[in-house]
């Protein structure tokens, strides 16, 4: 039969949106946004006069190619710029990556707990996401490789995790890479890599350059402060950047965020001051938290997961409502099948005290 108004592809409406973290408390004056893992120091005062000095022309086009940047981005991390596509946002270029590897039928592996980019990215793609079970709330690679079917094109793998925290050591990242079969793309999203201080991580670069079916992406929402502008990278095998320079928009990066990510790129000491922070500040939320006697889930990134007990009064969602009236905005997770916890970034001296000081408030301690 004909249906009797335009109908979106199957699988569009099988995605649930994504849901932003909260950013106000009703009638609260100083808020602190503790929901979408921003850096509390903001963006380097270089990205920011960079920024302003290219509004003179905001009339003109971007470089479609994004060359500058990815250049600035080649040198900091001693990568072939002809390897390197910038996305407006990481988010950008993993649904490009779903685009141009998924088709109807396809099925593309995430962990339980993983970003909830991929699952849409994949429905919106017309492929069927599968959910790999995960050990401690982290990546599990044997129950990826028991996923994998005939039908599996794709493996996204956020390495961190958001909203776990947990990191998988590269000997397991390259098990798992080499228990898939050829023909599958390995995702590394590795948007929380500069935060990580393990001797026995790496973000992928290493495996991307020695393979021909894995792709890591990365961000500047994060450590380099710059979320608003909306911008990210990924480095991939040669083929595979033809393939996302194909479907990508022809300018999907803009010239603000070109100029402001060239600038935070190199100001090293600002992500130094930065990775710092939140070094200390990470140890000290999660020691704290844990002594009021939550659990903290072990984090490697800019956030933590924070676990509330299933008790009537002390839930997570009570705990939710209890900071947001303080103007504390911590993020609830259970779209990522976690009802029982609330993640937290890691915000200033001032915001981390103040929400274990509510907290302890909170569970009358
Ligand atoms: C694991 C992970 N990947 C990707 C992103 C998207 O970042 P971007 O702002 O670059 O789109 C996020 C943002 O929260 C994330 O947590």
């Known amino acids: 039969m004909t249906a009797t108004r335009p109908q ?67 040198e900091a ?24 590897y998924l088709k109807d039928g ?57 909203p776990t925290g947990t990191y998988i050591p590269f000997d397991e990242v390259k098990r798992l890479h080499r228990g898939l079969p050829a023909n599958v793309l390995l995702v590394l999203d590795a948007a929380y890599a500069e935060y990580v201080q393990r001797n026995d991580y790496e973000s992928g670069i290493e495996l991307v350059a020695t393979s021909e079916n894995v792709v890591m992406c990365r961000t500047f929402s994060k450590i380099y402060g710059l979320a608003a502008l909306r911008l990210g990278w990924m480095y991939g095998p040669a083929p595979v950047v033809d393939a996302v320079n194909r479907v990508r928009g022809p300018f999907n990066v803009n010239t603000p965020a070109i100029a402001a990510g060239i600038a935070a790129i190199r100001d090293s000491a600002h992500v130094e001051r930065a990775r710092e922070h939140n070094t200390r500040w990470l140890a000290w939320l999660t020691e704290e938290i844990g002594k009021l006697g939550l ?31 303080r103007g504390l905005i911590l993020r609830q997770v259970t779209a990522y099948k976690l009802p029982n916890a609330l993640r937290m970034s890691v915000g200033t001296e001032e915001a981390n005290r103040l929400v274990v000081k509510a907290l302890a408030e909170f569970l009358g301690k």
């Open 77 to 100: 991390f001693g990568l072939d710029p002809d390897r390197i596509v910038c996305g407006a946002g990481s988010d950008d270029l993993l649904n490009l990556l779903a685009r141009a």
């Open 106 to 162: 396809d099925e593309a592996i995430h962990a339980t707990h993983g970003f909830l980019v991929y699952p849409i990215a994949t429905l919106a793609a017309g492929a069927k996401p599968v959910v790999a079970p995960e050990t401690n709330y982290t990546v599990d690679v044997d129950a990826i490789l028991q996923c994998v079917t005939p039908k599996t094109r794709v493996v996204f793998v956020a390495n961190p995790n958001n």
């Open 295 to 325: 659990k903290v889930t072990p984090s490697v990134a800019n956030f933590v997961l924070i676990h509330f007990p299933d008790e009537k009064g002390r839930t997570a969602k009570d705990a939710d409502a209890f900071l947001t009236k």
């Open 8 to 74: 979106p592809r199957p699988g569009v409406l099988d995605i649930a949106p994504y849901v932003p973290g909260k950013s106000s408390a009703p009638g609260v004056a100083k808020v602190f946004k503790l929901s979408s893992n921003e850096t509390p120091l903001g963006p380097s005062e270089r990205a920011i006069a960079a920024y302003r000095a290219v509004s003179a022309h905001l009339e003109d086009y971007p470089d479609g190619s994004a060359q500058a940047l990815r250049e600035a981005i080649g």
